[in-house]
């Protein structure tokens, strides 16, 4: 190969690094040209490219865009799943561990899952999972789940209240104190003596009285 043609492979697998939201690297040794094209074609079906690539210009590639978690998957022959970034990663490891299984041939390698890299063991249980819309549902009833709570911590102090003041008015009533009946009029003051006069009208009379008897003098 040209060295501008290796070039060339470098810059194209930088790019497929960059756009990949999760990669998964496999040794596809003794796999035949019909179990690659099967691969491929499932993998398409999950938003991911099935590559057969060169280790030398792959480094190159991984260090050029700071992949270095995939400089140790690198060894012997290699292919990578590169996952894009609508592509399911959960259906792609799925496919590969499945293909590993039936053909007893294809070996998984480890990858990369959203910036996190995966050893061969992390990649089978990402292939044991739900399906991507059964992870999300999940996820959603997770999310929900603690605002259910809140808000039923929330409505706890107010449903009580109510049921308080329910009671309180059922015991008035039951007393006869309804909070609804107009309040009594206070007693009327008690009837004085015939014989003995208000003291406003006494002290009035005294005065009327003094007053008579300075004109008389």
Do not use: C, W
């Amino acid at each position: 190969m040209q060295k501008a043609d290796k070039e060339r492979v470098v810059e194209e697998l930088s790019e497929r690094l960059r756009a990949a939201d999760s990669l998964i690297v496999a040794d596809y040794r003794g796999l035949t040209n019909a179990q690659l094209a099967g691969v491929r074609s499932k993998l398409r079906e999950h938003g991911a490219t099935f590559t057969i690539v060169k280790n030398t210009l792959t480094r190159r590639a991984a260090e050029a865009v700071g992949a270095e978690s995939l400089l140790a998957l690198l060894e012997g022959p290699t292919a990578i799943a590169f996952v894009q970034t609508d592509g399911d990663p959960v259906a792609v490891a799925k496919a590969l561990a499945g293909t590993a299984q039936d053909t007893k041939v294809l070996a998984l390698r480890g990858g990369v899952l959203s910036g996190k890299a995966m050893e061969a063991a992390d990649v089978e249980e990402l292939a044991k999972l739900p399906p991507m819309d059964q992870l999300k549902s999940q996820l959603l009833g997770v999310i929900a789940a603690p605002l259910t709570q809140l808000l039923g911590l929330l409505n706890a102090p107010l449903r009580d209240l109510v049921g308080l003041i329910d009671a309180r008015i059922e015991q008035l009533k039951e007393r006869g104190d309804d909070s609804g009946a107009p309040a009594a009029e206070p007693p009327a003051p008690a009837a004085e003596p015939a014989g003995d006069k208000p003291a406003a009208q006494a002290i009035e009379e005294t005065t009327e009285n003094d007053d008579t008897q300075e004109e008389q003098d």
